[in-house]
């Protein structure tokens, strides 16, 4: 796995700025359009299923509590 890690690394550094800048605005571009859609699904559960401050405060201590000990 490092070594094909290596190969991409090289072959990067390879590329002239401009064309690592058109990489970089491509994946930029994915990351961002894959967490636009990821931000839409949980607002539309959030619309159908709302939850309240204190029920997820409740789960965050439970799972403090069964990770950490009781505090």
Known sequence: MVSNIQKVMELIETLTPDEKKLIYKKMNDEINGKLLNFLDVINERAERMPISVDD?????????????GKI
């Open 56 to 68: 997820i405060t409740k789960e965050v201590e439970e799972v403090r509590n069964t990770n950490y």
